[in-house]
C-alpha cells in the first residue's frame, strides 16, 4: 500500500530542477542586473564582468567533470533524469543564448552609455597619427620585448597554453607562398585596456587589437593573412587521493600544475574567423564544434572588473556604504567584558567586519589567553586575520589553525599562509582525510578569576575581510559553556584522534547534522497535523539534495508554511499541485552577495533560529565538516526573523521561481517597493545612531503569516 506522506509523483512530470541548469539561470539572474538601467554603470560592467567569471568556473569544474563522465561510458542519470551527455547538449545550448545575451548587453548597452559619459573603445582607425605614432612607440618599447610569437609545424607542435589566456591565432604566408599556423599569447602582465591620449574623455583600445596592428614586426618575411583572438578554458578539479598522500601539502601543490594543462572544456574565438584557422583550431585542441562559442566582442569579460575603477566615475557606483559598528561593541574597551554579559550578532557587510578582527588582536595580545583555535577556509591576500595569529604565537599563546588547503582556487594563498603560520610557531593542520573542513569557528580559552573560561565566534561565512565587505553574512559572538564546550570538542575531532561527542548545541556534519535537519522538518509536519501553526524558513545558497528536499514536500503536504530563499542551484520544484503547493522559493540578487544560511522553526509557537556554515547538498552534508549552531538569546532570534522577513517581503531584487524552474521579479503592485539589502543598510545605521537608548526601535518587525500577495 502506498505511503499517503508520500508525496505524488506524475509520470509526466520530475520532481527534481537539473543541478547545472538551475546554476545557469542563476547566472542569468546576475546578468539581469548587468541588464537592468536602474543599477548604476560601473555597477553593471562588475555584474556583467562576474557572470563571465562565473561561467569560467563552470566550465573548469561542472562541465569538465560531466566530459569526464561521457569518456568513461558512464550511463547514470541526475534527480531530473537526465544523461551527462543529454546535461552537456542542454547546456551547450543554454550557455550559447547567455553569451549572445551577454554581448547585446556590452555592445548595445553598455558601451554606448560608456561614451555618454566620455569612455571610448577606439579601433586602430579611429586613431589619429600623432596617437598611432605614440601606440607604436608603446608597441616597440613594452610590448614586443614581453610577447613570444609560437610557429605550429612538423618541428614545433601547438603549444600548450595556460587556462583561461588570452591568444591570437595567427594565418601566415611565407616566401614560397606556403601556408603557416602561430599563435601569440597576449601578456596578462600588460594592460587589456590600453589608454590613449584624447582631448576630451579617456579612450581604450584593447591589447589584441595592438597585436594585431604591429603583428608584421612580430613576422619578418612572412605576409600576415589574418588573425584571430581566442581563449581556451581547461578542467581545473583537482584529483587528490588523499589516502595514499604521505604529505598533503606537497600532493596539492603537484595537483596544482595538472590544473594549469587540464583538457579543454571550451573554446571561446572572435566571430567572423576565417574558417581556415577557426578549423585548425578545432583539429588541434580537439574541441568538438559544440564547445566553441564564437563571441561578438571582446573575449573574456571577466577582465571588465578592471575597468570598474575608472578615476573620477565614482558617481557611475553605487553610493559608497561604510559598515556600522555594533552599538553592543562599539568604544567597548574589550570584547571580553561585552560577551562574557550576553551574546552579539553581527550582520556583515552591514555591520563592521573590525569587531571580529578586533577580538582577535586582543587575544593575541591578553596575557590571561591561553590558547587560540581557528578554522581557516578562504583569506583574502593581505590576511589580518593570520598576520594576528602568528602574532599571537609569538605572544607566547598555543595557536591552532586548521588550514583547509582543498579550498578550489585558493589552495595556493592557503598553502602559503600555512607555511607561514607554521614558521611563525602556530600548529598548523589540514583537516581529516577525504573531508573538506568549512565550518567557522575561532574559540578563545582565557583565564579569568572564575576560572578558565571560553570565547567563541561562529559564522556563515569565511574569515576574510575583503569578502566581508562584499557578501551577506551573520556571525555569533557567544561565552555561553555550552558553545565552548562544543567548540573544544570540534577541535579535538580536527586536530587529534577524538571520536565525535554527544554534542550540546552544535550539529556537525558529515555525522548527525542531515538527521537534525530532518528530524526538525518532521517536527513541524507533526506540529501541522495536529493544526498548530507550523512554518519553515530556510536561507541557503544552495538546496540539491534530495532527502532534504522530499521531506520538505512531505512537509508541505501536511500543511507546512515553507518559504525558502535560495540565492543559487534550487533542484526543488515549488508549486507543484499535491507536491509542493505550500513552498514559495525566492533568490535574491543586489549589491551584495548573499551568502548567509539561516534555519527558521516555527515549532509550535516557541520558535528556534539556527545559523552555520552548511547549505543543503550531499557534498555539505556528506563529504564536509560543517556546523550548525542555535541563536539562544530570544532578542536575536526576533531579530533574525525580521530579517528573514525583510527578505521575503523583497520586491525590488527577489525573483520568485514557478514549478517550470522560471525566476520572475515578485509582482509589486500594490505592495510597498523594498529592497531588502538597501533596507538593512539602513537598518544598521539607524540601529547604530541608536545607541544608548534604553530600547532599540528595530527598522523591521517580524510577521507572523506570509503575504500570498
Same mark, same amino acid.
Given at each position: 500500500?502506498?505511503?499517503?506522506?508520500?508525496?505524488?509523483?506524475?509520470?509526466?512530470?520530475?520532481?527534481?530542477?537539473?543541478?547545472?541548469?538551475?546554476?545557469?539561470?542563476?547566472?542569468?539572474?546576475?546578468?539581469?542586473?548587468?541588464?537592468?538601467?536602474?543599477?548604476?554603470?560601473?555597477?553593471?560592467?562588475? $555584474?556583467?564582468?562576474?557572470?563571465?567569471?562565473?561561467? /569560467?568556473?563552470?566550465?573548469?569544474?561542472?562541465?569538465?567533470?560531466?566530459?569526464?563522465?561521457?569518456?568513461?561510458?558512464?550511463?547514470?542519470?541526475?534527480?531530473?533524469?537526465?544523461?551527462?551527455?543529454?546535461?552537456?547538449?542542454?547546456?551547450?545550448?543554454?550557455?550559447?543564448?547567455?553569451?549572445?545575451?551577454?554581448?547585446?548587453?556590452? &555592445?548595445?548597452?553598455?558601451?554606448?552609455?560608456?561614451?555618454?559619459?566620455?569612455?571610448?573603445?577606439?579601433?586602430?582607425?579611429?586613431? #589619429?597619427?600623432?596617437?598611432?605614432?605614440?601606440?607604436?612607440?608603446?608597441?616597440?618599447?613594452?610590448?614586443?620585448?614581453?610577447?613570444?610569437?609560437?610557429?605550429?609545424?612538423?618541428?614545433?607542435?601547438?603549444?600548450?597554453?595556460?587556462?583561461?589566456?588570452?591568444?591570437?591565432?595567427?594565418?601566415?604566408?611565407?616566401?614560397?607562398?606556403?601556408?603557416?599556423?602561430?599563435?601569440?599569447?597576449?601578456?596578462?602582465?600588460?594592460?587589456?585596456?590600453?589608454?590613449?591620449?584624447?582631448?576630451?574623455?579617456?579612450?581604450?583600445?584593447?591589447?589584441?587589437?595592438?597585436?594585431?596592428?604591429?603583428?608584421?614586426?612580430?613576422?619578418?618575411?612572412?605576409?600576415?593573412?589574418?588573425?584571430?583572438?581566442?581563449?581556451?578554458?581547461?578542467?581545473?578539479?583537482?584529483?587528490?587521493?588523499?589516502?595514499?598522500?604521505? #604529505?598533503?601539502?606537497?600532493?596539492?601543490?603537484?595537483?596544482?600544475?595538472?590544473?594549469?594543462?587540464?583538457?579543454?572544456?571550451?573554446?571561446?574565438?572572435?566571430?567572423?574567423?576565417?574558417?581556415?584557422?577557426?578549423?585548425?583550431?578545432?583539429?588541434?585542441?580537439?574541441?568538438?564544434?559544440?564547445?566553441?562559442?564564437?563571441?561578438?566582442?571582446?573575449?573574456?569579460?571577466?577582465?571588465?572588473?578592471?575597468?570598474?575603477?575608472?578615476?573620477?566615475?565614482?558617481?557611475?557606483?553605487?553610493?559608497?556604504?561604510?559598515?556600522?559598528?555594533?552599538?553592543?561593541?562599539?568604544?567597548?574597551?574589550?570584547?571580553?567584558?561585552?560577551?562574557?554579559?550576553?551574546?552579539?550578532?553581527?550582520?556583515?557587510?552591514?555591520?563592521? $567586519?573590525?569587531?571580529?578582527?578586533?577580538?582577535?588582536?586582543?587575544?593575541?595580545? #591578553?596575557?590571561?589567553?591561553?590558547?587560540?583555535?581557528?578554522?581557516?577556509?578562504?583569506?583574502?591576500?593581505?590576511?589580518?586575520?593570520?598576520?594576528?595569529?602568528?602574532?599571537?604565537?609569538?605572544?607566547?599563546?598555543?595557536?591552532?589553525?586548521?588550514?583547509?588547503?582543498?579550498?578550489?582556487?585558493?589552495?595556493?594563498?592557503?598553502?602559503?599562509?600555512?607555511?607561514?603560520?607554521?614558521?611563525?610557531?602556530?600548529?598548523?593542520?589540514?583537516?581529516?582525510?577525504?573531508?573538506?573542513?568549512?565550518?567557522? &569557528?575561532?574559540?578563545?580559552?582565557?583565564?579569568?578569576?572564575?576560572?578558565?573560561?571560553?570565547?567563541?565566534?561562529?559564522?556563515?561565512?569565511?574569515?576574510?575581510?575583503?569578502?566581508?565587505?562584499?557578501?551577506?553574512?551573520?556571525?555569533?559572538?557567544?561565552?555561553?559553556?555550552?558553545?565552548?564546550?562544543?567548540?573544544?570538542?570540534?577541535?579535538?575531532?580536527?586536530?587529534?584522534?577524538?571520536?565525535?561527542?554527544?554534542?550540546?548545541?552544535?550539529?556537525?556534519?558529515?555525522?548527525?547534522?542531515?538527521?537534525?535537519?530532518?528530524?526538525?522538518?518532521?517536527?513541524?509536519?507533526?506540529?501541522?497535523?495536529?493544526?498548530?501553526?507550523?512554518?519553515?524558513?530556510?536561507?541557503?545558497?544552495?538546496?540539491? /539534495?534530495?532527502?532534504?528536499?522530499?521531506?520538505?514536500?512531505?512537509?508541505?503536504?501536511?500543511?507546512?508554511?515553507?518559504?525558502?530563499?535560495?540565492?543559487?542551484?534550487?533542484?526543488?520544484?515549488?508549486?507543484?499541485?499535491?507536491?509542493?503547493?505550500?513552498?514559495?522559493?525566492?533568490?535574491?540578487?543586489?549589491?551584495?552577495?548573499?551568502?548567509?544560511?539561516?534555519?527558521?522553526?516555527?515549532?509550535?509557537?516557541?520558535?528556534?533560529?539556527?545559523?552555520?556554515?552548511?547549505?543543503?547538498?550531499?557534498?555539505?552534508?556528506?563529504?564536509?565538516?560543517?556546523?550548525?549552531?542555535?541563536?539562544? /538569546?530570544?532578542?536575536?532570534?526576533?531579530?533574525?526573523?525580521?530579517?528573514?522577513?525583510?527578505?521575503?517581503?523583497?520586491?525590488?531584487?527577489?525573483?520568485?521561481?514557478?514549478?517550470?524552474?522560471?525566476?520572475?521579479?515578485?509582482?509589486?503592485?500594490?505592495?510597498?517597493?523594498?529592497?531588502?539589502?538597501?533596507?538593512?543598510?539602513?537598518?544598521?545605521?539607524?540601529?547604530?545612531?541608536?545607541?544608548?537608548?534604553?530600547?532599540?526601535?528595530?527598522?523591521?518587525?517580524?510577521?507572523?503569516?506570509?503575504?500570498?500577495?
Amino acid at each position: 500500500m502506498k505511503n499517503p506522506n508520500e508525496p505524488r509523483k506524475d509520470k509526466e512530470q520530475n520532481l527534481f530542477f537539473n543541478r547545472e541548469l538551475s546554476w545557469l539561470d542563476f547566472n542569468f539572474r546576475v546578468l539581469e542586473e548587468a541588464m537592468d538601467t536602474r543599477n548604476p554603470l560601473l555597477e553593471r560592467i562588475k $555584474f556583467l564582468a562576474i557572470t563571465g567569471s562565473n561561467l /569560467d568556473e563552470f566550465f573548469m569544474i561542472r562541465v569538465a567533470g560531466l566530459m569526464e563522465q561521457v569518456e568513461a561510458g558512464y550511463t547514470g542519470r541526475d534527480l531530473s533524469g537526465r544523461t551527462s551527455r543529454q546535461q552537456l547538449e542542454e547546456i551547450s545550448q543554454k550557455v550559447h543564448l547567455m553569451v549572445k545575451n551577454q554581448y547585446n548587453c556590452l &555592445v548595445r548597452s553598455i558601451l554606448p552609455a560608456l561614451k555618454k559619459e566620455k569612455v571610448f573603445f577606439l579601433g586602430i582607425k579611429d586613431l #589619429d597619427p600623432d596617437q598611432v605614432e605614440s601606440l607604436d612607440h608603446y608597441f616597440r618599447s613594452t610590448v614586443f620585448p614581453v610577447i613570444t610569437p609560437m610557429a605550429v609545424d612538423q618541428g614545433r607542435p601547438f603549444p600548450q597554453l595556460p587556462n583561461k589566456s588570452l591568444n591570437q591565432a595567427v594565418y601566415l604566408k611565407g616566401p614560397e607562398k606556403e601556408e603557416l599556423l602561430a599563435v601569440v599569447q597576449v601578456p596578462s602582465v600588460l594592460p587589456r585596456f590600453v589608454p590613449v591620449s584624447l582631448e576630451e574623455g579617456q579612450g581604450y583600445i584593447l591589447m589584441e587589437n595592438v597585436i594585431a596592428h604591429f603583428a608584421s614586426l612580430l613576422f619578418k618575411g612572412y605576409h600576415v593573412e589574418g588573425m584571430v583572438p581566442f581563449r581556451l578554458t581547461r578542467n581545473a578539479d583537482l584529483s587528490i587521493d588523499e589516502d595514499d598522500a604521505q #604529505d598533503l601539502l606537497v600532493e596539492i601543490e603537484k595537483s596544482l600544475q595538472q590544473r594549469r594543462s587540464g583538457f579543454p572544456v571550451r573554446l571561446e574565438i572572435a566571430h567572423k574567423a576565417k574558417p581556415r584557422l577557426r578549423d585548425a583550431l578545432l583539429h588541434m585542441l580537439e574541441i568538438e564544434s559544440g564547445d566553441v562559442y564564437e563571441v561578438p566582442g571582446p573575449i573574456d569579460l571577466s577582465a571588465w572588473m578592471k575597468l570598474t575603477a575608472l578615476p573620477g566615475k565614482e558617481a557611475l557606483l553605487f553610493e559608497h556604504v561604510a559598515p556600522r559598528p555594533v552599538p553592543a561593541l562599539y568604544d567597548q574597551p574589550s570584547v571580553f567584558d561585552v560577551v562574557r554579559d550576553k551574546d552579539v550578532l553581527l550582520h556583515h557587510p552591514y555591520q563592521s $567586519f573590525e569587531h571580529v578582527l578586533d577580538f582577535l588582536k586582543e587575544a593575541a595580545r #591578553d596575557p590571561n589567553v591561553l590558547a587560540i583555535k581557528q578554522t581557516l577556509y578562504r583569506v583574502s591576500g593581505n590576511s589580518p586575520v593570520v598576520e594576528t595569529l602568528m602574532e599571537a604565537a609569538q605572544n607566547g599563546k598555543q595557536v591552532t589553525v586548521l588550514v583547509e588547503l582543498k579550498a578550489r582556487f585558493d589552495e595556493e594563498n592557503n598553502i602559503q599562509w600555512a607555511r607561514k603560520l607554521e614558521k611563525a610557531g602556530c600548529y598548523v593542520v589540514y583537516g581529516l582525510v577525504g573531508l573538506k573542513t568549512h565550518c567557522k &569557528v575561532l574559540l578563545v580559552v582565557r583565564r579569568e578569576d572564575e576560572g578558565i573560561a571560553r570565547y567563541v565566534h561562529l559564522s556563515t561565512g569565511n574569515y576574510n575581510d575583503s569578502t566581508a565587505r562584499l557578501y551577506t553574512d551573520i556571525g555569533l559572538f557567544t561565552s555561553n559553556e555550552l558553545f565552548g564546550g562544543d567548540a573544544s570538542s570540534l577541535f579535538n575531532v580536527l586536530t587529534g584522534y577524538s571520536l565525535p561527542p554527544q554534542w550540546k548545541v552544535f550539529s556537525v556534519a558529515p555525522l548527525g547534522l542531515r538527521d537534525r535537519f530532518l528530524d526538525l522538518i518532521r517536527r513541524e509536519a507533526q506540529f501541522a497535523r495536529e493544526g498548530m501553526g507550523a512554518r519553515l524558513i530556510f536561507k541557503v545558497n544552495s538546496l540539491l /539534495d534530495q532527502t532534504i528536499i522530499q521531506e520538505l514536500y512531505k512537509a508541505s503536504q501536511q500543511g507546512v508554511q515553507v518559504d525558502l530563499i535560495v540565492r543559487g542551484i534550487c533542484s526543488l520544484r515549488p508549486g507543484l499541485p499535491g507536491v509542493s503547493d505550500n513552498i514559495r522559493v525566492v533568490s535574491i540578487v543586489g549589491r551584495f552577495l548573499e551568502h548567509s544560511r539561516v534555519f527558521y522553526f516555527e515549532n509550535a509557537g516557541s520558535p528556534e533560529v539556527f545559523l552555520g556554515s552548511a547549505d543543503m547538498m550531499p557534498r555539505n552534508l556528506d563529504r564536509r565538516i560543517e556546523t550548525i549552531f542555535p541563536v539562544l /538569546d530570544e532578542s536575536l532570534r526576533n531579530q533574525l526573523l525580521g530579517f528573514l522577513e525583510l527578505q521575503l517581503s523583497d520586491t525590488l531584487r527577489a525573483r520568485q521561481a514557478d514549478a517550470q524552474g522560471a525566476y520572475r521579479f515578485v509582482d509589486g503592485r500594490g505592495k510597498e517597493a523594498v529592497d531588502s539589502q538597501h533596507r538593512m543598510i539602513q537598518w544598521a545605521k539607524e540601529l547604530f545612531q541608536q545607541r544608548g537608548e534604553e530600547e532599540l526601535k528595530p527598522l523591521f518587525q517580524p510577521a507572523r503569516h506570509r503575504d500570498e500577495g
